[in-house]
Each structure stands twice: as structure tokens, then as C-alpha cells.
């Protein structure tokens, strides 16, 4: 285990809630949180503190997953609800979530930073007082011309190519947030940036 034994961890994957937006490109996050609840048996189905989440254990201590469900532009009033009541410091909260400066299929894990003018992150960021969290970045490719606005393409869905690419680095970015508990974010990084099958 990276942190101390026995430490409580949240990773919440961001989203919208709705059918009409399961396959989008925003809903990155949403999709992978799904996969590693799957891996750890884990399903995501209490709903309190605006969002959707479960609890197990892992390396001896909590871990919470959470897909927040006030829309992607609330998403920090979720996490600070669930970080602040089970008493989760930012440093123990990854966030997985798309990035269209990415290609789909490549992932990009940092400790910290700005919004980088994702909406999701924003909020995180206000509502929790700072930006030094882990984030695991899901690329899901920039817009198909630079006239288009960028909410239709967020919004927008996957191509087929795009869809084989995402769906590989969803499950390598589940693989990478539960490494950033083992073994650290350096590691991860290391391990899991710019990674692509």
C-alpha cells in the first residue's frame, strides 16, 4: 500500500446521469467507475450525498466508489458531501473523467492541477478548496472541426474505432486509479500515461 494502512479512499468517476447520456464522451468517467466496481464486486447503488455509490474494503482500509448525480457542473457537491462525512482528505480522492486533449484510448494520471476547463474538475475544485487531488484523465478526442461547440461534441457519442480505443483505457484507467493506491501517483503515471493496447 502507497498510504498508510487502514486509510479511507475515494474515487468517484464523472458523468451525467440519464440513458441518453450513458455513451458520451463526457460520460467517460461514469463508465469506468462502472468497471471497477465491477472488479472489486462492488455495486454502485446506495443513493445518498447527491450521488450514486457503494463501499468495500481494499488494503485494509475503505474504499468508496461514487458516480455523483447532479450533472457534470455540480459534480464537487457530491464528493465533498461523501469525502466530508466519512472524513476522506483530497489527497485520497481520485478522479477519473474524459479529456477531449486526448486521443481515445490514451490515459494521462497527474496528482494534481487545474480544471483545464473541464466542468467536473471546476467544481471539485471549488467545492472541496483545492486542486491538489489525484486524476486519472480519459481521452476521448478533441472536436471534429474548430467551429463546433464544444458541449455537442462533449455530448456526442463515439465512432466505432473510437469506441474499441475507449473501451481498452477504461479498463486500464480503473487499473490505474487502484494503483495509485498501492503503489502511488509517480508510479501510476509511470506505469499507465500515454498508455495505449
Given at each position: 500500500m502507497f498510504g498508510k494502512?487502514?486509510?479511507s479512499w475515494l474515487i468517484v468517476g464523472l458523468g451525467n446521469?440519464?440513458?441518453?447520456?450513458?455513451?458520451?464522451?463526457?460520460?467517460?468517467?461514469?463508465?469506468?467507475?462502472?468497471?471497477?466496481?465491477?472488479?472489486?464486486?462492488?455495486k454502485i447503488d446506495r443513493l445518498k450525498f447527491q450521488g450514486l455509490y457503494c463501499q468495500t474494503n481494499y488494503g485494509g482500509g475503505k474504499l468508496f466508489l461514487l458516480k455523483p448525480q447532479t450533472y457534470m457542473n455540480l459534480s464537487g457537491r457530491s464528493v465533498l458531501q461523501l469525502s466530508a462525512y466519512f472524513n476522506i482528505p483530497p489527497q485520497n480522492i481520485i478522479v477519473l473523467f474524459d479529456d477531449i486533449s486526448l486521443p481515445?484510448?490514451?490515459?494521462?494520471?497527474?496528482?494534481?492541477?487545474?480544471?483545464?476547463?473541464?466542468?467536473?474538475?471546476?467544481?471539485?475544485?471549488?467545492?472541496?478548496?483545492?486542486?491538489d487531488f489525484p486524476r486519472v484523465k480519459i481521452g476521448v478526442g478533441g472536436k471534429a472541426h474548430p467551429d463546433q461547440d464544444l458541449a455537442d461534441h462533449v455530448l456526442s457519442g463515439f465512432s466505432a474505432s473510437e469506441e474499441k480505443a475507449l473501451v481498452s483505457a477504461l479498463e486500464r484507467a480503473a487499473d490505474a486509479a487502484l494503483t495509485v493506491i498501492d503503489k502511488g501517483v509517480p508510479e501510476a503515471a509511470n506505469r499507465f500515461n500515454g498508455s495505449q493496447p
Amino acid at each position: 500500500m502507497f498510504g498508510k494502512k487502514g486509510e479511507s479512499w475515494l474515487i468517484v468517476g464523472l458523468g451525467n446521469p440519464g440513458r441518453e447520456y450513458e455513451k458520451t464522451r463526457h460520460n467517460a468517467g461514469f463508465r469506468a467507475i462502472d468497471l471497477l466496481a465491477e472488479k472489486l464486486g462492488c455495486k454502485i447503488d446506495r443513493l445518498k450525498f447527491q450521488g450514486l455509490y457503494c463501499q468495500t474494503n481494499y488494503g485494509g482500509g475503505k474504499l468508496f466508489l461514487l458516480k455523483p448525480q447532479t450533472y457534470m457542473n455540480l459534480s464537487g457537491r457530491s464528493v465533498l458531501q461523501l469525502s466530508a462525512y466519512f472524513n476522506i482528505p483530497p489527497q485520497n480522492i481520485i478522479v477519473l473523467f474524459d479529456d477531449i486533449s486526448l486521443p481515445p484510448g490514451r490515459l494521462r494520471i497527474r496528482s494534481d492541477g487545474s480544471a483545464g476547463g473541464h466542468n467536473g474538475i471546476k467544481s471539485i475544485i471549488a467545492e472541496i478548496g483545492t486542486q491538489d487531488f489525484p486524476r486519472v484523465k480519459i481521452g476521448v478526442g478533441g472536436k471534429a472541426h474548430p467551429d463546433q461547440d464544444l458541449a455537442d461534441h462533449v455530448l456526442s457519442g463515439f465512432s466505432a474505432s473510437e469506441e474499441k480505443a475507449l473501451v481498452s483505457a477504461l479498463e486500464r484507467a480503473a487499473d490505474a486509479a487502484l494503483t495509485v493506491i498501492d503503489k502511488g501517483v509517480p508510479e501510476a503515471a509511470n506505469r499507465f500515461n500515454g498508455s495505449q493496447p
